[in-house]
């Protein structure tokens, strides 16, 4: 299968990647998700917006415990979703828009209905048995350690037909594979080149962070603080996560995507909070190619926490190494809400952060409208993993409903009469149909945003420099530009003299006059020199 042109440098470098959540996407039978058809039938929107690549959310055949991470068969198709030729269709649909597909991989464990995890529960000499994390109980009968799974209770469950429990981080219906057993990476080698043969650009790799346990199966020890980078439920992910023998995965598959042509991307959903341990994801350029930064995502919404963020992140990466930012996704809910309060000037200005810093830009479905999370009713929600309240960070399917095409009852998500999976959110200042017509609106300006990034930080990590600013300022240099920021309720006096203005989020600039930043305003310029003195 064909892929986009691409030139020196690899295509992600200086690209906006777009996640798309298939099952809120676009409905073309109204069985009410979202579908493989409605991804194609809306291809042209993104084609439009001018993003570079589309991350689909789980696509492969799942029983939906946890909707689609958790795989019961990893080189299939869901039936809700369409088939494999279905999928085939939207490479090919989207290659000739020039934009790459790429899916999401769950490595870290499977659904409990997959054949292997089926097989392993027959006895405990069954032929697939060491795919899996299986241990005797403790001494006094109990689980064998204190490791808890996302919703906080034990991450073990006995099985009384073989006389073990096995392992599962998340829910109980999500057993985690044994990353020890070499013939699970012999499985994964084949699904990596099942899918790269079918026109695959790459994946989004589900828990990069967690393939590998210890051995021994030592008891977590305490965590330092309550957060979701650091530990929950008081314990720190010490030895049920990030171990370092997962580095040799990753090595072992970039020399797969290096074969193909042209070479495949690795992007990982690297869950730490350490600076250190996120850069060790890219080895020495022989690992992932891209590693998700959550501190950025759990940052303030301030010029203090995203700048010292944004400056240890590049001072800890190594030489040649390509960061990516993004602020919303299925997990963490909505960047329009969580930083900003669904205030346009502060989504705008939100927008401006990441489609300026270097590297590579992640817009999650809707966030290019300003989309918001959603309330969703208790009787309406669908996430396991959370309508209990067993995760702190709130239930997932506030960020997970249909994508707002217009203001219509079901925002254009199905035909008329059909009932979404999720209900729809208010969408009548917030649809694409309406915005497309603004030249005012989020979506035109993000429009602008990702047309002038292509041409002035497109096909390369630009250089980076911060300038020095007051408290609730952000001033930096990119490339040949330089970005001036405002987080303040009030006008600020810019810190840098900047040449032509080429983007504002506020009102136009005046011609010849000094470029005042409003409140919860970006400027993105040419450069005009520096006011102060020095970079950090």
């Not at 064909?2 to 200086?14: E, R």
């Not at 700048?307 to 190594?318: E, G, I, M, Q």
């Not at 963490?332 to 590297?359: E, N, S």
Request: with cysteine; net charge negative.
């Amino acid at each position: 299968m064909p892929q986009p042109a691409s030139g020196d440098s690899p295509w992600w470098h200086g690209a906006v990647l777009y996640q798309l959540y298939v099952r809120s996407w676009r409905d073309t039978d109204n069985d009410g998700y979202g579908d493989l058809r409605g991804v194609i039938e809306q291809l042209d929107h993104l084609s439009w917006l001018g993003v570079d690549g589309v991350w689909l959310s789980p696509t492969m055949p799942s029983p939906d415990a946890d909707w689609g991470y958790d795989v019961s068969d990893y080189t299939g198709v869901h039936p809700e979703l369409g088939t494999l030729d279905d999928l085939d269709d939207l490479i090919a649909a989207a290659v000739s828009r020039n934009l790459r597909v790429l899916l999401d991989l769950v490595p870290n464990h499977t659904s409990s209905a997959h054949p292997w995890f089926v097989d392993a529960c027959v006895g405990q000499d069954s032929a697939h048995r060491d795919y899996y994390v299986w241990a005797d109980p403790a001494p006094d009968g109990g689980p064998p350690n204190n490791w808890l799974d996302a919703t906080g209770q034990p991450a073990w469950r006995w099985d009384s037909r073989t006389g073990q429990f096995y392992l599962h981080n998340f829910l109980d219906s999500q057993p985690d594979l044994n990353w020890w057993e070499p013939r699970v990476h012999e499985e994964f080698r084949r699904i990596l080149a099942f899918w790269f043969d079918r026109g695959v650009a790459g994946f989004r790799i589900d828990v990069a962070h967690g393939l590998y346990k210890d051995a021994q199966l030592r008891d977590n020890p305490a965590a330092p603080g309550d957060s979701p980078l650091v530990g929950r439920f008081g314990l720190a992910p010490v030895y049920s996560a990030n171990r370092p023998e997962a580095h040799a995965v990753f090595r072992d598959w970039r020399q797969i995507a290096e074969r193909s042509a042209p070479p495949r991307l690795l992007l990982g959903e690297t869950w730490v909070g350490d600076f250190d341990r996120l850069a060790a994801f890219y080895g020495a350029d022989d690992e992932l190619q891209l590693a998700f930064n959550f501190p950025f995502v759990f940052a303030g919404f301030s010029a203090p926490e995203l700048s010292a963020v944004v400056a240890r992140t590049l001072a800890r990466l190594p030489a040649g190494s390509c960061p990516i930012w993004t602020a919303s996704n299925h997990d963490v809910g909505r960047f329009a809400t969580r930083w900003c309060g669904d205030d346009d000037r502060k989504i705008r200005l939100a927008l401006l952060v990441l489609a300026t810093l270097p590297g590579t830009t992640v817009l999650y479905y809707g966030d290019e409208i300003g989309m918001a999370d959603v309330d969703v009713p208790p009787e309406l929600q669908r996430d396991r993993m959370s309508m209990d309240g067993g995760r702190p960070d709130g239930n997932r399917d506030r960020a997970r409903t249909p994508m707002q095409w217009n203001a219509s009852p079901g925002a254009g998500f199905a035909a008329a009469g059909a009932t979404p999976w999720l209900p729809v959110g208010p969408s009548a200042d917030r649809n694409v149909a309406d915005q497309r017509q603004d030249p005012g609106s989020v979506l035109s300006f993000c429009r602008s945003l990702i047309a002038l990034r292509r041409a002035e930080l497109g096909g390369a990590i630009a250089s980076w420099q911060q300038l020095p600013t007051p408290p609730d300022q952000w001033a930096y240099r990119v490339g040949e530009l330089v970005v001036l920021t405002n987080f303040a309720d009030r006008d600020a006096e810019p810190p840098v003299a900047v040449g032509e203005i080429l983007l504002r989020t506020g009102a136009a600039a005046s011609a010849g006059s000094a470029p005042v930043l409003g409140p919860w305003e970006g400027i993105v310029a040419r450069s005009g020199g520096a006011t102060g003195a020095g970079s950090t």
